[in-house]
């Protein structure tokens, strides 16, 4: 009788998001800046959505390639970190959208403010 041995899988997915999570994770500030100085002059800030899929991205196929080793007998380690790391990436690429919608919230209502006063005192100016 022959004994088939089985060859863990899922190792391709549990590297692939550890890498992309790590990528993400280091190259979170420079992002960040780029999409908070973006937003600051007006742009939108569809490169910080494009890092939350990313980043989200890296942690779904860590804990696929967790998944698919814990049921092969393949060895977690990776794909946890991967997990984590991505995990950590996402969150704070949540709070970086959250905050440059917040902050383009602000800008605009006073920016409206700023733009009314502005336009009366040029009013007044040429009324006189």
Same mark, same amino acid.
């Given at each position: &009788? ?7 899988? *899922? $190792?391709?997915?549990?590297?692939? +998001?550890?890498? /992309? ?24 800030y569809g490169l910080g959505i494009f890092w939350l ?7 779904? &196929? ?7 080793? *814990? $049921?092969?007998?393949?060895?977690? +380690?990776?794909? /946890?970190?991967?997990m984590i790391i991505g995990l950590v990436a996402t969150v704070l ?36």
């Amino acid at each position: &009788m022959e004994t088939q041995t089985v060859k863990p899988q *899922g $190792k391709g997915l549990a590297i692939a +998001g550890f890498v /992309i999570g790590l990528v993400g994770l280091v190259f979170y500030f420079i992002i960040a800046a780029t999409v908070t100085v973006q937003a600051a002059l007006g742009g939108g800030y569809g490169l910080g959505i494009f890092w939350l899929v990313l980043c989200a991205g890296a942690t779904a &196929m860590s804990i696929l390639g967790m998944m698919k080793l *814990g $049921k092969t007998g393949g060895k977690r +380690g990776l794909a /946890i970190a991967g997990m984590i790391i991505g995990l950590v990436a996402t969150v704070l690429t949540i709070l970086l959208v959250i905050g440059i919608g917040k902050m383009q919230d602000v800008a605009s209502q006073y920016g409206d403010q700023f733009q009314q006063e502005m336009q009366k005192s040029i009013n007044d100016a040429t009324a006189e």
